[in-house]
């Protein structure tokens, strides 16, 4: 995350150690990456396991619904995998359409026997404890979440957590000051909102969607991705804990169709979405006349923009992290790199060699930077990606480095002699894949950032201000990152331009999208 | 559309300002107008060659065009081509550029007025709406210049870096005009596409397209520049099936799409992830949505705003 600075070098070699006992006993499949290293590279690291016990996952899960954990009406339940073992970590309930509609009523009478008739300042002191109870339980969150999802302790501890707690902190001082958002205007809620929420950021997109659906005094029914359910059942707990009213926040597991059932029930006011374009438009399409407001995210091909004056080492690391940060199932990732002709050799050599550090492996260490793929489909995924820009005639590399034996993972890899028409130059990946193309000028790396379906983000590298502000000011691309990348705050709009989607969450333009103003 | 046609329609006693003139007492003949569509700044016909006869309120009748799906198509690439430029204009020139159009409204505020009274307003009410109009477009012109102060801005993160969100025109757009409004709705309509930068394709009320083409006649003349603001006439049920689908228009006002239209159109738009603005689901397509300060709506500009957030490190 830390764009910024320059890689951390440590002072010498340090020995491996022989893994803990207890490290050994909880997974004792996943071989550290610093085992992938010679003892002798200055970059082979002791193993720093985060203990996996702080998670306290039970063995089953229920949905929760109005207030408590019940049992889903089909009585089936699926399998939650840990995607760095391929061990099972817990049963959830397989929630269907009448699991959807019990929700909904809930939610629909806490709207409106409750939480659109309390105070704004008592709803906004709900929030307030929400959060304090997400700080308070961050390390059981970040390692749930890591052991759920394979992205690296220290991208969970460090970024979606505290992300995620800080939403809810910032939305709660929004609940008794929405007169102030829509000057003029009398903000209402639109009632029910129905959310479903991908498996990349599990609790911090389920933060994104609830702090500022209930600070705006709607009650929320979340679908959590199937893959990922964990945090945002531990979510339902801290509801409990911080004794927030039964039926304000709903949480069911469950297939696609669930997800679907939710958008399409006529008590659902209002339906958000952050996912694919392909499943964003099927919700648009399955809702279209029913008068409900939508807002989407979906995907992103972003161009990650390096200028010949751009301080390289900075650019480099903004590469790096626009890339592989949670192994670059982000859906703003900075997935093609566009660097210009004058410095692109000198650039891939660095930028190689920089890869060439990249400790690949166990998510619980915490010296790890790049994780495990969420799941087998999504390594197939990226599988198949792949080949097709090698048989495309793309040049591909990928440094040196032993990946676990257990688990998904995939090398970083980096594609040099893209081009535009390129499957990888044009699809989202969703994983540590960099498809580099070059530029001459100025005009031909906005042309060329510009040529795709998305528009979520965009980085530029260069050290002149007043073409930065000309650039950004081109880019079709919600969010542009100069001379950083992959920076994310609740004080800021996060959001695409064409098929990455509409509306944005963040900010005030956050909140007004789950006000209506009459 | 046909509002107030049989009600107040042929008003006994008024003197009727559109009447089937014929020459039988040696008046002058009238020159009738052709209404044309309005494609690029410039008056085409329907290249399919068809019109639909229009029967007007006190009489005669107007043969309004039919535009096909090529004309749409040609709309659309009018609009695409006009797109940057117009994103371009300062906010303040975008104002000026808005009020003058309202200053031409006011020189034909005669013929707007009749235009509504074939159309079956009363004189007094059509004079009204004509007001109302141009007051609106003014309201609209002074939005452009103060849209990023009051919709984007700065945010305080928590890192150290200066971050800022500054509202950006969508691109081309589709205006499905109220129904029941033929000028003040369809004012308000494309004034806040405008203000925004955007460009606009707009489909004129089908019941009532005569106050339509008078603007295209007006902005002709404007300093809008061609391709910005293209008006079609014509069915709805026929055209919009494409407009919604073209996947080179951005985003779709469905605002005055009747209720039968609406799903399938919505759908259309999904397709490409297209921005939709539409009416609020209880509200009607009724001329009052629109009139006083009511109709001072701005949710058709803002439908098709992007924001635009950009962070910089803050550091020496």
């Known amino acids: 995350m830390s764009s910024e600075q320059p890689p951390k070098r440590p002072e010498r070699a340090v020995k491996r150690a ?30 720093a396991p985060e203990s996996k016990e702080l998670a306290l996952i039970r063995p089953r899960y229920g949905l929760f619904i109005d207030g408590q954990e019940r049992a889903p009406v089909s009585g089936e339940v699926v399998v939650t995998y840990n995607p760095a073992t391929e061990e099972p970590l817990a049963e959830v309930a397989k929630g269907g359409a009448e699991d959807a509609d019990r929700a909904i009523t809930a939610a629909d009478r806490a709207h409106r026997k409750v939480w659109s008739k309390m105070e704004p300042r008592e709803r906004a002191k709900y929030l307030y404890r929400i959060s304090r109870i997400m700080q308070e339980r961050s390390r059981e969150f970040a390692v749930t979440e ?20 800080a939403h809810f902190w910032y939305y709660a001082g929004w609940a008794d000051k929405l007169q102030y958002a829509v000057p003029g205007r009398r903000p209402e809620s639109h009632g029910v909102v129905g959310q479903v929420i991908p498996w990349n950021f599990p609790l911090l997109m389920l933060a994104w969607k609830i702090a500022p659906a209930l600070a705006a005094g709607n009650t929320v029914v979340l679908k959590p991705a199937s893959t990922t359910p964990l945090t945002a059942l531990l979510f339902a707990e801290v509801c409990q804990q911080a004794d927030l009213p039964p039926g304000v926040v709903n949480i069911i597991t ?9 958008a399409t029930d006529p008590r659902v006011a209002k339906v958000a979405f952050t996912g694919s374009t ?8 399955g809702i279209a006349g029913q008068g409900k407001a939508l807002t989407l995210e979906l995907g992103g091909k972003a161009a990650n923009i390096v200028f010949e004056d751009a301080a390289l080492d900075q650019a480099v690391e903004g590469v790096i992290n626009g890339i592989f940060f949670n192994q670059g199932e982000v859906c703003c990732a900075g997935s093609r790199l566009l660097v210009q002709e004058s410095i692109a050799e000198e650039f891939i050599a660095r930028l190689k060699e920089r890869m060439t550090t990249l400790r690949v492996g166990d998510p619980m260490d915490k010296n790890t930077d790049v994780g495990a793929i969420n799941s087998r489909a999504q390594m197939e995924t990226i599988g198949e990606l792949v080949a097709s820009g090698v048989a495309e005639g793309a040049k591909l590399w990928q440094p040196e480095c032993v990946l676990p034996t257990r688990g998904w993972f995939y090398k ?7 081009a535009q028409s390129h499957r990888i130059a044009r699809e ?6 960099l498809s580099t193309i070059t530029f001459r000028t100025v005009d031909e790396a906005i042309e060329k950032a ?15 201000g007043s073409r930065i502000l000309q650039v950004a000011a081109q880019l079709k691309a919600g969010v542009v990152w100069a001379n950083t990348f992959n920076r994310f705050d609740p004080t800021a709009p996060f959001g695409g331009y064409k098929e990455s989607g509409y509306g944005r969450e963040g900010g005030l333009q956050g909140l007004s999208a789950y006000l209506r103003s009459s | 559309m046909g509002k107030k046609s049989g009600k107040k329609g042929a008003g006994k006693g008024e003197s009727p300002l559109i009447t089937a003139v014929t020459a039988t007492d040696g008046a002058r003949l009238e020159i009738r107008r052709t209404p044309k569509l309005y494609i690029g700044g410039a008056f085409p016909r329907s290249e399919s060659g068809r019109t639909d006869v229009l029967q007007l309120a006190r009489g005669g009748s107007a043969n309004v065009a039919r535009a096909s799906r090529k004309d749409l198509r040609e709309a659309v690439k009018a609009a695409r081509s006009a797109a940057p430029g117009w994103a ?10 808005l009020y003058r159009v309202a200053e031409l409204m006011e020189g034909r505020a005669a013929q707007f007025r009749d235009d509504l009274i074939a159309h079956g307003y009363g004189k007094s009410e059509a004079t009204e709406e004509v007001a109302a109009s141009i007051d609106r477009l003014v309201w609209f012109a002074g939005w452009p210049d103060k849209i990023p102060a009051v919709l984007g801005g700065t945010s305080p993160v928590a890192s150290s870096h200066f971050v800022f969100t500054i509202p950006e025109p969508t691109g081309v757009v589709a205006i499905v005009a109220p129904e029941s409004s033929p000028l003040l709705g369809l004012v308000t309509r494309l004034a806040g596409v405008l203000a925004g930068g955007n460009v606009a394709i707009l489909l004129a009320s089908e019941g009532a397209p005569l106050p339509a083409v008078t603007l295209a006649e007006t902005l002709a003349v404007s300093d809008v520049p061609g391709g910005v603001v293209n008006i079609l006439t014509g069915r709805r049920s026929e055209l919009m099936p494409h407009l919604t689908r073209h996947a080179d228009i951005d985003g779709v006002d469905l605002w005055g799409c009747p209720d039968d239209l609406l799903a399938d159109a919505e759908r259309g738009a999904a397709e490409h992830v297209a921005r939709v603005a539409r009416r609020q689901h209880d509200e009607k397509d009724r001329a009052s949505a629109f009139q006083g300060e009511r109709g001072e709506r701005i949710d058709g500009m803002t439908a098709f705003l992007e924001m635009k957030t950009v962070w910089h490190p803050i550091g020496s």
Not at chain 1, 254 to 262: K, V
Not at chain 1, 428 to 433: Q, S
């Open chain 1, 412 to 418: 970083p890899t980096l594609f040099t002699g893209v």
């Open chain 1, 450 to 464: 510009n040529n795709t379906a998305y528009g979520l983000s965009a980085g530029i590298w260069t050290e002149k």
């Open chain 1, 254 to 262: 469950g297939p696609g169709e669930m997800g679907m059932a939710i």
């Open chain 2, 88 to 97: 371009a204009r300062n906010a303040s020139l975008r104002g000026q550029i």
């Open chain 1, 428 to 433: 989202e990946i969703f994983g540590p894949v």
């Open chain 1, 146 to 165: 890591t052991l759920d999802s394979g992205k690296p302790i220290r991208e969970s501890r460090d970024v979606d957590v505290p992300l995620a707690a």
């Open chain 1, 18 to 47: 022989a893994p803990s006992a207890l490290t050994a006993a909880a997974a004792p499949a996943v071989s550290h990456v610093a085992s992938a290293l010679a003892a002798s590279s200055p970059w082979a690291y002791s193993p």
């Open chain 1, 278 to 285: 392909s499943v964003g438009i099927k919700i648009a399409q």
